[in-house]
């Protein structure tokens, strides 16, 4: 099946820093790209969706200018969450819709621990 | 047995039985759905996949059913491994280019 990447798979930084989390899809050109949050012991949290070389569309309660979407190729979708704070610390996951697929392929997902 | 409350709902089963995981959907108009499997510290896993035309998909060992009266959904494991041991989802999609939504999670421990 098709890959998706992240990087990196775990980061700790310090409270007021920001930090970017890239999303590659290896082997497929993707048009569409989530990003997703996970809670401890919850669900996945859809974050936003981001269409290559347009704005990203943010779900209800998620501050844009907190985390900050790129999606500069159709294999390369970034989250930069600016200055971090320990509640921003969580598992991040995205995943990657393309081709004539109908499914989409998840990344191993970053965990972030803000300090 | 199955428990639901503050924590994720689990569902504990012998090594070697049948194992079912239930999942209850939200949205009358999704017309796709994905069982995942999540291990500790690692993204979803496909598992199985069925769309809204079908009532039943097999796999190996594995077998999904839907229930579109009902908006509910099944993942069925046959001779459950301590493999299989992890959280499951399922999620389901309205369309093609749109975020899939998903169910709480099953946490399923196989016991020796």
């Known amino acids: 099946g098709a890959v998706v990447s992240q990087h990196p798979s775990r980061v700790i930084c310090k409270s007021g820093t920001s930090v970017k989390i890239e999303c590659r899809s290896l082997?497929?050109?993707?048009?569409?790209m989530f990003w997703y949050r996970q809670f401890p012991k919850k669900s996945l949290m859809l974050m936003a969706t981001?269409?290559?070389?347009?704005?990203?569309?943010?779900e209800q309660g998620v501050e844009k200018d907190k985390f900050l979407i790129n999606h500069a190729s159709l294999t390369l979708s970034t989250l930069t969450v600016t200055s971090a704070h320990p509640e921003d610390s969580s598992f991040y996951i995205c995943?990657?819709?393309?081709?004539?697929?109908?499914?989409?392929?998840f990344g191993p997902g970053t965990r972030l621990t803000v300090t | 047995g199955e428990s639901v409350g503050l924590h994720l709902p689990t569902l504990s089963v012998q090594e070697g039985d049948n194992s079912i995981i239930n999942c209850a959907y939200s949205?009358?108009?999704?017309?796709?759905f994905i069982w995942y499997k999540q291990e500790s510290g690692k993204g979803p896993q496909f598992i199985i996949d069925?769309?809204?035309?079908?009532d039943k998909r097999q796999g190996q060992r594995v077998t999904v059913l839907l229930n579109k009266t009902v908006k509910h959904l099944s993942l069925q494991i046959a001779a459950t491994q301590p493999g299989d041991s992890a959280v499951y989802f399922c999620?389901?999609?309205?369309?093609?280019?749109?975020?899939?939504?998903f169910g709480p999670g099953t946490r399923l421990s196989v016991l020796p």
């Open positions: 999620a389901e999609n309205i369309g093609y280019g749109q975020n899939f939504v």
């Open positions: 069925i769309r809204s035309n079908m």
């Open positions: 082997d497929f050109q993707a048009t569409t």
């Open positions: 949205n009358s108009a999704s017309d796709y």
């Open positions: 981001s269409n290559e070389g347009s704005k990203a569309t943010y």
């Open positions: 995943s990657a819709c393309g081709g004539l697929a109908y499914e989409q392929y």
